[in-house]
């Protein structure tokens, strides 16, 4: 047994950690510039095209908080395209967030408050333009959480912006009110519905282009970044063509295209059963646009819709296009974590073995087979490959034998196939992130799963680390910091610091490891991704 399998062992998880595993983090107390690092020394106003707003003062520079990019998606704009948010008269106080999108509350990750009306996001500035040109480049953040659970509040970039990045960060509807089908929705007879999430995130895109100069950003230069669905988010950009214009460079987090959009047809008929479900015998629009938030958000169930080919928003799904080099041309940083599925695989072991899922299986020595089969959808001749590519034996437990080959297949592989389809066109970059001792938010988990990253990149002031980074993790986290903000700045994340290959020279990539990242030279024998590819 090797040491890293050694690691991945020390495995202490809360018992359904996988519902909390879909949100980043939780709620602040108060909602203000408090959760945001911000202390109220000094105020700032900036005029934007809708009004005035005055922000507050941050270590580093300034925040504005809960600012409207569009219209509240209420009523009649219920499954409606975001239109634009009325301007309004005086000064708009922007110290305090607005709500999060509705989303289901869990004991693990509470979302503070929320509202229908959540189209907001904020903006952290180093500087102010103050009537000179603006020059600083932009990175607008795309939360994960299963495109059903998470909001902008719970990311504070300050350190982010102050490596001289304008940091926006955005609230985009979920789950039944961001990404369901009906046909009753759409706009016309045979035409789009779904997909109005990620409509809200392009809205705050064309925010930032008529802003974001008041803030101290180059509408030129914006980067599109995001982890988990956040990245999925940002790879459906990459394919939308509503999107193209809006951004210059795209940064993805554990975002897989693996999972795969719904066709029109399929999506609708799951939101005609959903209406059936809420008593909308009759099929119409009316009748589900009077029914109560907390109905929609109860009812819909937890596995995410990762959008829906609707034929406006996405004309096809995100790998199909990917595959056929139908994409921005665009410089692209993509990466994913070395153990991407443990902390669900983790999860869901330990919430069977203690009783919480009755009827769900555990992974056993004696079921491996079976469990592959049932997990990833595959025959038993199939099963019985992947079994024996990935022998039960050669791991510490059946169920980290189960994470590591879902690691590979859903995460590891499809992010070196989407490498190779994107440096064919574009400038691409790689990385995975590999510090098996990062300290983790969810319980004593202290390896590269899911949303590790994350901790190096923001302060998360909802779910806090029970251990800070020690010494050799803060250098390799303000090493990150300075990475992200020079491919925001240039399309290239090599730093004085760090040496980063682009993947289009050598198919390589940099391993994020303390407390300097190295260079990756065994990617795919590692990933086993010569198996998954035949």
């Given at each position: 047994?090797?040491?890293?399998?050694?690691?991945?062992a020390?495995?202490?998880?809360?018992?359904?950690?996988?519902?909390?595993?879909?949100a980043?983090?939780?709620a602040?107390?108060d909602?203000?510039?408090?959760?945001?690092?911000?202390s109220?020394?000094?105020?700032?106003?900036?005029?934007t095209?809708?009004?005035a707003?005055?922000g507050?003062?941050?270590?580093?520079?300034?925040?504005?908080?809960g600012?409207?990019?569009?219209?509240?998606?209420?009523?009649?704009?219920?499954w409606?395209?975001?239109?634009?948010?009325?301007?309004?008269?005086?000064?708009?106080?922007?110290?305090?967030f607005?709500?999060s999108?509705?989303?289901?509350?869990t004991?693990f990750?509470?979302?503070?408050?929320?509202?229908?009306d959540?189209?907001?996001?904020?903006?952290?500035?180093?500087?102010l333009s103050?009537?000179?040109?603006?020059?600083?480049?932009?990175?607008?953040?795309?939360?994960?959480?299963?495109?059903?659970?998470?909001?902008?509040?719970?990311?504070?970039?300050?350190?982010?912006a102050?490596e001289?990045?304008?940091?926006?960060t955005?609230?985009y509807?979920?789950?039944?009110?961001?990404?369901l089908?009906?046909?009753?929705?759409?706009s016309?007879?045979?035409?789009?519905s779904?997909?109005?999430?990620?409509?809200?995130?392009?809205?705050a895109?064309?925010?930032?282009?008529?802003?974001i100069?008041?803030?101290?950003?180059?509408?030129k230069?914006?980067?599109?970044?995001?982890?988990?669905?956040g990245?999925?988010s940002?790879?459906?950009?990459?394919?939308?063509?509503?999107?193209?214009r809006?951004?210059?460079?795209?940064i993805?987090?554990?975002?897989?295209?693996?999972?795969?959009?719904?066709?029109?047809?399929?999506a609708?008929?799951?939101?005609?059963?959903?209406?059936?479900?809420?008593?909308?015998?009759?099929?119409?629009?009316?009748?589900?646009?009077?029914?109560?938030?907390?109905?929609?958000?109860?009812?819909?169930p937890?596995?995410?819709?990762p959008?829906?080919?609707d034929?406006?928003?996405?004309?096809?799904?995100i790998g199909?296009?990917?595959?056929?080099?139908r994409?921005?041309?665009?410089?692209i940083l993509n990466?994913?974590?070395?153990?991407e599925e443990?902390?669900?695989?983790?999860?869901?072991?330990?919430?069977?073995?203690?009783?919480?899922?009755?009827?769900?299986?555990?992974?056993?020595?004696?079921?491996y087979?079976?469990?592959?089969a049932l997990?990833?959808?595959?025959?038993?001749?199939?099963?019985?490959e992947?079994?024996?590519?990935?022998?039960?034996?050669?791991?510490?437990?059946?169920?980290?034998?189960?994470?590591?080959?879902?690691?590979?297949?859903n995460?590891?592989?499809?992010?070196?196939q989407?490498?190779?389809?994107?440096?064919?066109?574009?400038?691409?970059?790689?990385?995975?992130?590999?510090?098996?001792?990062?300290?983790?938010?969810?319980?004593e988990?202290?390896?590269?799963?899911?949303?590790?990253?994350?901790?190096?990149?923001?302060?998360?002031?909802?779910?806090?680390?029970?251990e800070?980074?020690?010494?050799?993790?803060?250098?390799?986290?303000?090493k990150?910091?300075?990475a992200?903000?020079?491919f925001?700045?240039?399309?290239?994340?090599?730093t004085?610091?760090?040496?980063?290959?682009?993947?289009?020279?050598?198919?390589?990539?940099?391993?994020?490891?303390?407390?300097?990242?190295?260079l990756?030279?065994?990617?795919?024998?590692r990933?086993h991704c010569?198996?998954?590819?035949?």
């Amino acid at each position: 047994m090797t040491t890293h399998h050694q690691r991945r062992a020390r495995i202490i998880l809360a018992a359904a950690l996988t519902s909390l595993t879909l949100a980043a983090c939780g709620a602040d107390a108060d909602g203000g510039v408090a959760a945001a690092s911000a202390s109220q020394i000094d105020t700032s106003t900036v005029k934007t095209k809708d009004g005035a707003v005055r922000g507050a003062a941050v270590p580093g520079g300034y925040a504005f908080l809960g600012l409207p990019y569009a219209a509240p998606p209420t009523g009649r704009l219920r499954w409606r395209a975001p239109e634009r948010a009325d301007r309004w008269r005086g000064v708009r106080d922007a110290t305090a967030f607005g709500p999060s999108c509705p989303q289901p509350e869990t004991p693990f990750a509470p979302p503070g408050p929320m509202s229908e009306d959540c189209l907001f996001l904020n903006v952290y500035t180093p500087a102010l333009s103050n009537g000179r040109p603006a020059k600083r480049p932009v990175l607008v953040w795309i939360h994960g959480g299963g495109l059903v659970q998470d909001g902008a509040r719970n990311y504070d970039p300050t350190q982010l912006a102050a490596e001289g990045t304008v940091v926006v960060t955005v609230n985009y509807r979920l789950g039944a009110l961001g990404f369901l089908a009906h046909p009753a929705l759409a706009s016309k007879p045979g035409g789009p519905s779904g997909n109005y999430g990620l409509m809200d995130q392009q809205a705050a895109l064309r925010w930032v282009q008529r802003n974001i100069r008041k803030f101290g950003g180059d509408p030129k230069n914006v980067t599109i970044a995001g982890q988990s669905a956040g990245g999925l988010s940002v790879l459906a950009h990459l394919v939308s063509n509503d999107s193209r214009r809006l951004f210059h460079r795209a940064i993805v987090q554990s975002g897989s295209f693996a999972m795969t959009q719904l066709p029109l047809g399929s999506a609708e008929a799951f939101g005609q059963s959903f209406a059936s479900a809420l008593g909308c015998a009759d099929q119409n629009a009316e009748c589900l646009r009077t029914k109560p938030v907390d109905a929609l958000v109860s009812n819909f169930p937890p596995a995410a819709i990762p959008g829906v080919v609707d034929g406006r928003v996405l004309k096809e799904s995100i790998g199909t296009a990917l595959a056929a080099g139908r994409f921005a041309r665009v410089p692209i940083l993509n990466g994913m974590n070395h153990d991407e599925e443990l902390i669900f695989v983790a999860g869901l072991h330990l919430a069977v073995s203690g009783g919480a899922f009755v009827g769900v299986p555990d992974v056993t020595v004696a079921n491996y087979e079976e469990v592959i089969a049932l997990t990833m959808g595959v025959s038993a001749t199939r099963a019985a490959e992947i079994a024996a590519e990935y022998p039960v034996g050669a791991y510490p437990a059946p169920f980290v034998a189960l994470s590591t080959l879902l690691s590979d297949a859903n995460f590891a592989c499809t992010a070196r196939q989407q490498n190779v389809w994107t440096s064919a066109r574009a400038p691409t970059f790689a990385y995975q992130f590999d510090d098996d001792s990062a300290p983790s938010r969810y319980g004593e988990l202290p390896v590269a799963t899911h949303t590790s990253e994350l901790p190096y990149l923001f302060e998360l002031p909802n779910a806090p680390l029970q251990e800070p980074l020690n010494t050799d993790q803060e250098q390799l986290a303000a090493k990150m910091r300075a990475a992200w903000a020079s491919f925001a700045a240039t399309g290239d994340p090599s730093t004085g610091a760090v040496a980063w290959p682009s993947y289009n020279v050598a198919e390589q990539g940099l391993s994020l490891v303390t407390p300097t990242p190295q260079l990756d030279t065994d990617f795919a024998s590692r990933h086993h991704c010569s198996f998954w590819a035949a």
